[in-house]
């Protein structure tokens, strides 16, 4: 069973950053794709960010340009570095991992999620 936890997560200011980790157990990371998902109050998980095996990545339009998705095969860890951080980009961040290299197809498996707070 794939086992995959979140970390990183708190309350900063307008314009600050924080970083994201999700370590990854269960499978062999290094051939699957990974995502990062928001959740909003009342509203569906969205993806934000994702990764293939081979580090092709894709954003949702509103992180361009201030999120980057990265990972480390070694540490099975994918990471999520927030910048410029707006009041918009508060909820809680999930990690997901895919049963293929290229986000084709999402397993069934979530992070318990971590919360990020963007307040001043």
């Known amino acids: 069973q794939v086992q995959l936890v979140e970390s990183g997560g708190g309350l900063v200011q307008p314009g600050g950053s924080l970083r994201l980790s999700c370590a990854v157990s269960?499978?062999?990371?290094?051939?699957?794709?990974m995502g990062w998902y928001r959740q909003d109050p009342g509203k569906q998980r969205e993806l934000v960010a994702g990764i293939t095996c081979r580090h092709s990545t894709n954003y949702a339009d509103s992180v361009k340009g201030r999120f980057t998705i990265s990972r480390d095969n070694a540490r099975s860890t994918v990471y999520l570095q927030m910048n410029s951080l707006k009041p918009e980009d508060t909820g809680v961040y999930y990690c997901?991992?895919?049963?293929?290299?290229?986000?084709?197809?999402?397993?069934?498996?979530w992070g318990q999620g971590t919360q990020v707070t963007v307040s001043s």
């Open positions: 997901k991992n895919y049963r293929d290299c290229d986000m084709g197809r999402p397993s069934d498996y």
């Open positions: 269960g499978n062999t990371f290094r051939f699957y794709a």
